[in-house]
């Protein structure tokens, strides 16, 4: 069955940018998706189809996919963007969710 | 103001259903492609099921068989129907609003086998 893989976690300092990657075979043919959770809290989405910002999202939010690789992108990283980040694609018909990242701002 | 409401969850035995619904408010529901996904106590985010506007639907390995999703227009509702349960299955689950665009969550309802 299809995997998507991520890093277990990610640390940046504030005001730096942040990188978070989702990896699969042949993503690049897929539309890959971003959600923001912070504990205790319902996932927010944060990219669709690889680039596009829901509205609401700041700017600083950026994705891109390529080859097996999607990135989330996140610059001038504010502590308020702290908390688990998910890839997800859909593949034969199902929903495939990445393992997650946590990103700490410290 | 747009959102969806689950409601159902609880404690059951091993073996035993439970019927989650999600209410939908605000939008047009019957326009929208519905998912569940759950999300076990300190895990990661799973699929559980979809469902089209038109009624296409597709469930996870580990719930065909022993799930069935459906929806009621008319009612502005998404249904999980669970049986045979396992304790594999205690997640909180939430409806999840679209396909190619998933904004909208609702606040999950958690259910423990």
């Known amino acids: 069955s299809y995997e998507l893989t991520q890093t277990l976690s990610v640390s940046v300092s504030p005001g730096q940018t942040a990188f978070i990657t989702c990896s699969g075979h042949?993503?690049?043919?897929?539309?890959t998706c971003w959600f923001h959770q912070k504990p205790g809290q319902s996932p927010v989405l944060v990219i669709y189809q690889d680039n596009r910002r829901p509205s609401g999202i700041p700017e600083r939010f950026s994705g891109s996919n390529s080859g097996n690789t999607a990135t989330l992108t996140i610059s001038g990283t504010q502590t308020m963007d702290e908390g688990d980040y998910y890839c997800q694609a859909w593949d034969n018909n199902a929903v495939i969710f990445g393992g997650g990242t946590k990103l700490t701002v410290l | 103001e747009a959102q969806l409401v689950e409601s159902g969850g609880g404690l059951v035995q091993p073996g035993g259903s439970l019927r989650l619904s999600c209410a939908a408010f605000?939008?047009?529901?019957?326009?929208?492609?519905m998912n569940w996904v759950r999300q076990a106590p300190g895990k990661g985010l799973e699929w559980v099921s979809y469902?089209?506007?038109?009624?296409?639907?597709y469930y996870a390995e580990s719930v065909k068989g022993r799930f069935t999703i459906s929806r009621d227009n008319a009612k502005n509702s998404l249904y999980l129907q669970m049986n045979n349960l396992r304790a594999e299955d205690t997640a909180l689950y939430y409806c999840v609003r679209d396909r190619l665009v998933p904004d909208m969550w609702g606040q999950g309802t958690m259910v423990t086998v």
């Open positions: 042949g993503l690049e043919n897929k539309y």
């Open positions: 469902i089209s506007s038109s009624g296409l639907i």
């Open positions: 605000g939008f047009t529901f019957s326009s929208y492609e």
